[in-house]
């Protein structure tokens, strides 16, 4: 597609329950983002692909968040045991280029995640 | 560790007014700044970046920034704003080999 595209675009979970967010990057980026953005806040760091390698995930607020993306293509980041203070807007974002090289990146329209 | 900060949370201006919005920043060594724009219910665009050269940058729909090293700075302007760019703003650093590092955001809104 001519963009990122995420699923779904919301998403309400019972606390406790998991959830899987689900990222297509734009066809042969390299690098692949997943971003935090709450509520009147501008969006933070999780985690970092490029290709199918995980190269960063310093930002994963704790164990019950896992990222994966296995050919280098679709990526899912999964939450276990979901809690309130998980509910943000999850932010995919890829680029055709590795991070170290500087340039803006494409960003997805995000999933909203609302955790009751 | 980087951080940034935008002046103001939220702005309110008719159309035609001009707009400065701030942006400060904080990292030790070279990094490059970029402005996003978010329209209500739209994903991230980016408005505009600076790498290098020229500090003064031009981007999309007249907007313009204007990189300032010696304060730590890149405020985004616009000499007079359209009730279409009623938007959240956020500006963004990105060292080298470093994730980017946004700003809180602020939101503007234009009165038609």
């Known amino acids: 597609g001519a963009g990122v595209s995420q699923s779904p675009r919301y998403k309400v979970a019972k606390r406790g329950q998991d959830v899987a967010l689900r990222c297509d990057p734009i066809s042969g980026h390299v690098s ?7 509520l009147g806040q501008g969006p933070e760091f999780l985690t970092y692909f490029q290709n199918e390698a995980q190269l960063d995930k310093s930002g994963l607020p704790s164990d019950r968040f896992f990222a994966e993306r ?5 990526s899912t980041l999964k939450i276990q045991r979901t809690q ?3 509910s943000a807007v999850y932010l995919c974002a890829s680029s055709p280029r590795t991070w170290d090289r500087d340039d803006g990146y494409t960003f997805g329209s995000g999933t909203r995640l609302t955790v009751v | 560790a980087q951080s940034v900060s935008q002046h ?3 702005v309110i201006l008719s159309e035609a007014a001009s707009l400065e919005l701030g942006c ?4 030790g060594g070279t ?3 970029f402005w996003y724009v978010q329209y209500p219910g739209q994903h991230l665009q980016l408005l505009l970046k600076y790498f290098s050269g020229d500090p003064l940058v031009k981007g ?16 985004l302007r616009k000499p007079s704003v359209q009730w279409s760019d009623t938007a959240e703003y956020f500006c963004a650093v990105k060292g080298y080999g470093q994730n980017f590092v946004f700003g809180p955001g602020t939101r503007l809104s234009v009165l038609p």
């Open chain 1, 32 to 38: 692949l983002f997943w971003y935090q953005q709450a």
């Open chain 1, 70 to 74: 296995p050919e280098g293509s679709v």
């Open chain 1, 84 to 86: 309130q203070e998980d």
């Open chain 2, 8 to 10: 103001n949370h939220h």
């Open chain 2, 24 to 27: 400060n920043y904080s990292y």
């Open chain 2, 31 to 33: 990094v490059n700044l």
């Open chain 2, 60 to 75: 999309i729909k007249g907007f313009e920034a204007e990189f300032i090293k010696s304060k730590f700075s890149f405020n």
